[in-house]
């Protein structure tokens, strides 16, 4: 391929952003996870990012099947499925 050309960018500013740093602990037990999110940064989504599952295997589903997916069985009622 071709050498790339530098890249410039201007920035107009820079605006600091609040953050907070999120322990995710996982019931099994295991190593807690540390990490940074920022200011309007989804937590759920900053969860699911990092490989945090955050359905519990052994959560009863409400359609009758058994248990073992993690998921309610809702088929996403209320867009909270990972």
Known sequence: SAPSKPLTVTMGRIVRRG???V???????KEAQRFVC???????MGL?????????L?????D????????????G???TCG
Not at 23 to 29: F, I, K, L, R, S
Not at 64 to 75: A, L, V
């Open 38 to 44: 920022y200011e309007g940064e989804n937590l759920r």
């Open 64 to 75: 009758n099947k058994p248990k073992g997916s993690g998921d309610c069985g809702g088929n």
């Open 19 to 21: 953050r907070a740093v």
């Open 48 to 56: 699911l990012r990092r490989g945090l599952r955050l359905n519990d």
């Open 58 to 62: 052994s959560a009863p589903r409400y």
């Open 77 to 79: 009622l209320f867009a």
């Open 23 to 29: 322990t995710a602990v996982p019931p099994d037990g």
